[in-house]
T-cell receptor, first 111, second 115 residues
Framework: SQTIHQWPATLVQPVGSPLSLECTVEGTSNPNLYWYRQAAGRGLQLLFYSVGIGQISSEVPQNLSASRPQDRQFILSSKKLLLSDSGFYLC??????????FGSGTRLTVV | AQKITQTQPGMFVQEKEAVTLDCTYDTSDPSYGLFWYKQPSSGEMIFLIY??????QNATEGRYSLNFQKARKSANLVISASQLGDSAMYFC????????????FGKGTKLSVKP
C-alpha cells in the first residue's frame, strides 16, 4: 500500500535561519508531488508541484524553493526564513487512478 | 474570481441529524474533478469523497454523499447521521483538466456537532 511520510511534525525556527522539510512516498512510482501551505484558519495554497525528478513548478513566488532529488522524495527549503513563512505545510502525492493523499503536515513557527 | 467558494465559515448540527455543506465552483474546462476533505484539529487532510465531471450519478461513501448539480456548478457535501467525531474543518477542492493536476481548495467550513 502507498504511504507518505513528512517530517518534522513541528518546528520553531528563528528569522533568518534555513529550512528543510522532507517528504517521501512509498509504494508507488513516478507520483506527482505537491507542497501546500495553510495559514491559520485558511484553505490550502499550492506552493510547488513536481511531475518528475528535477521537474519543479512554482505557483507562488516567494522565499521558498523545492527540489526533487529522487523519484519519491520532495524537499521544501529556504535559505533565510521570514516571519511570514509561518504556517502549516502539507506534502501530497497523486498518481493515475488514485486521489490525492496528504502527509501529516509540519507546523512551522518562525520567531 | 474564486474557483471554489464555500460560503459557510461555520456550521452547527445536532448529533444524529444530517447536515449539508455548500460548495460552488467555477471552471470552463469540461473535464474536472471535485473532492471533499476533512481536517480535524490534528491537521491531517482526510479524503472523503470524489465526483468526476462526467459521472452520471452522485458519489456516495458511507455517511457521505455529494449532491452534484452540474448546471448550477455546485457540489454540496451531505453528512447523514452526524457524529461528534465529525466536528472538523471541511474543504471542497477541484482539479481542472488533466488527471493529476493541482487541487484548488476553498476556504473551508468549520462544522461543530452538538451532543
Amino acid at each position: 500500500s502507498q504511504t507518505i511520510h513528512q517530517w518534522p511534525a513541528t518546528l520553531v525556527q528563528p528569522v533568518g535561519s534555513p529550512l528543510s522539510l522532507e517528504c517521501t512516498v512509498e509504494g508507488t512510482s513516478n507520483p506527482n508531488l505537491y507542497w501546500y501551505r495553510q495559514a491559520a484558519g485558511r484553505g490550502l495554497q499550492l506552493l510547488f508541484y513536481s511531475v518528475g525528478i528535477g521537474q519543479i513548478s512554482s505557483e507562488v513566488p516567494q522565499n521558498l524553493s523545492a527540489s526533487r532529488p529522487q523519484d519519491r522524495q520532495f524537499i521544501l527549503s529556504s535559505k533565510k526564513l521570514l516571519l511570514s513563512d509561518s504556517g502549516f505545510y502539507l506534502c501530497a502525492w497523486s498518481a493515475r487512478n488514485y486521489g490525492y493523499t496528504f502527509g501529516s503536515g509540519t507546523r512551522l513557527t518562525v520567531v | 474570481a474564486q474557483k471554489i467558494t464555500q460560503t459557510q465559515p461555520g456550521m452547527f448540527v445536532q448529533e444524529k441529524e444530517a447536515v449539508t455543506l455548500d460548495c460552488t465552483y467555477d471552471t470552463s474546462d469540461p473535464s474536472y474533478g471535485l473532492f471533499w476533505y476533512k481536517q480535524p484539529s490534528s491537521g491531517e487532510m482526510i479524503f472523503l469523497i470524489y465526483q468526476g465531471s462526467y459521472d452520471q450519478q452522485n458519489a456516495t461513501e458511507g455517511r457521505y454523499s455529494l449532491n452534484f448539480q452540474k448546471a448550477r456548478k455546485s457540489a454540496n457535501l451531505v453528512i447523514s447521521a452526524s457524529q461528534l467525531g465529525d466536528s472538523a474543518m471541511y474543504f471542497c477542492a477541484m482539479r481542472e483538466g488533466w488527471s493529476q493536476g493541482n487541487l484548488i481548495f476553498g476556504k473551508g467550513t468549520k462544522l461543530s456537532v452538538k451532543p
